[in-house]
C-alpha cells in the first residue's frame, strides 16, 4: 500500500538569497510539484501560505524580496524515502524563481526552473581560447567564466562579475578538445555547453545542491555543481522496474525531431565560405531525414564532423517517450519488501525494464538477456505533492537505439506470475 502523508511532513523547502545562497526563509508548501532531466535544467511550481511559514527576516511570514523573481534562489530537501531522513536529507533540487503570483487569499505561487539555467543568460564577453583542453575541464572552465573564475581560457570578463553560488566541478578525462570563443561573438555560456555535450563522445554532465550548515563562515548557505563527467557511473547490477512497482504508464513515439542526413554548419571561412561537415546516414534500410543544424563558434572541422555525428545519435530514430507512474516514495511493497524506491530514479541511469501487464509487454536493460543494444535511460524525473495523500512520481524513459526493439514482444498470458 502507498504510503499517505501530509505535504509537508517529507520536505523541507527553503527560500535563499540567489547571490549569496543565504537561507532567508522556509516555507511549509500547501502543494508543489517539479522535475529534474538529463542534461536539461528542469522547472517547477509552488504554492505557500505568505503567513505562518518559518520566519525571515520579517517575522512569521514571508516578504516579497524574499520571494522576489531573478534574485531569489529555492531549495527542496526530502527527509524520507529511501535513505533520506530528517537528520540525513537527500537535497533534490535546487534552482531560482523566475514567476511570482500573489492571490487576495494570501497564497503565494512561485515558478522556477533549474539552478543550469542561469548560464542561458550570461554571455561570454571577452576572447577565450582552449587548446588541447581535457573536455570535462573545458566545461568546468565555462561555467567559473560567469563568476569570473576561469581558469584556462585566458581571459575572464572584462566587468567584475556578479555571479551567484554555481560552480563547474569535473571527473577525469582522457579526451580533449580544442575551442576558441570571441567576444565580438557575445555567445551564451549555456549555449557552448550544450554544444560541447553534443559532439560525439562528448561529456556529460549531472546537477549537485549542498547546504553547508555547520562550516564556519558558510552556515545556512546553499551552493550548486555543474559536475562534467566522459560518463556517469552506472549501478551495477542496474535496478528492475516491473508491472508491481507501478501505478500506471503510457508510450508514445514521435518522428517529428528525425534526421540521420546530417549537413552541420560551423562558422563561415574567413572569406565567408560555408564551413560544413556531412554525417551521412548509417540506415539504408530507413527513409532519409536531412537536416542542417548550426554549430556557433565551431571553426574547426574535425570538431564540426564530431558536432554532426553527435546530432545523428541523438535525432536517428523516432523518440519514444515511456512515461512510468509510481505512488509515494517507496515501491513494490505488493510483493514484499521495498524492491525499488524514489533513490533509484535518477536522471541519466541506466534502469533494466521487464513490465508485463494485461495488454503490453517491453523490456531491455543492462542486466537482461537478450536486450541488445536497447538500454533504457532515465531521462526525466517528475514529482507532484498535494495538501494530501502521497507523492505523485513520473519518470520518463529513453532508449538508445531504436526503440522498438524494446517495444517488439506480445504480451504473455502470464502477467508477472
Known sequence: ????????????????DLLTGAVTSAIVPVSFEFETSFMEAGRGTITFNRRGNSPGLDA???????????????????????????????????GYVETFEGNSDGTVTLGFTE???????????????FTGLSQTFLGRDLVMYARGENIN?????????????????????????????????????????????????????????YRTSGIPGLTDNWYSELGFFDALTQPSPAKFITWHHLTDFKLGLDSNGIANQIDAFGDAEEDGTPRIATADSPVPFEPRFDAAPAFSGVTNLISLGQNASGYQDDHMFASLNLQMNFTGLDYGQAAGDPTLNIDDLLPGRHVNVDVDSP??????????????????????VSLAVGQEGAEQVTVQLTVDSFPGNMLSAPPSDCVDC
Open 1 to 16: 500500500m502507498a504510503q499517505v502523508c501530509e505535504c509537508a511532513a517529507n520536505w523541507r523547502v527553503e527560500l535563499t
Open 60 to 94: 512569521g511570514y514571508v516578504s516579497v524580496n524574499d520571494s522576489m523573481p531573478a534574485t531569489t534562489g529555492i531549495f527542496f530537501q526530502r527527509l524520507r524515502g529511501g535513505t533520506a531522513t530528517p537528520n540525513n536529507p537527500v537535497n533534490m533540487f535546487g
Open 359 to 380: 495488454h503490453w509487454r517491453f523490456d531491455g536493460g543492462p542486466d537482461m538477456p537478450d536486450s541488445g543494444t536497447h538500454i533504457p535511460t532515465i531521462g526525466r
Open 153 to 209: 581560457g585566458g581571459s575572464v570578463d572584462p566587468s567584475p562579475s556578479l555571479g551567484i553560488p554555481l560552480i563547474g566541478g569535473l571527473g577525469a578525462s582522457a579526451i580533449t578538445r580544442d575551442r576558441t570563443y570571441l567576444a565580438k561573438d557575445r555567445q551564451v555560456i549555456g549555449d557552448m555547453i550544450k554544444q560541447l555535450v553534443g559532439v560525439e563522445n562528448g561529456p556529460v554532465y549531472e546537477m549537485f545542491h
Open 115 to 129: 539552478m543550469q539555467k542561469y548560464l542561458d543568460h550570461r554571455l561570454i564577453r571577452s576572447d577565450l581560447v
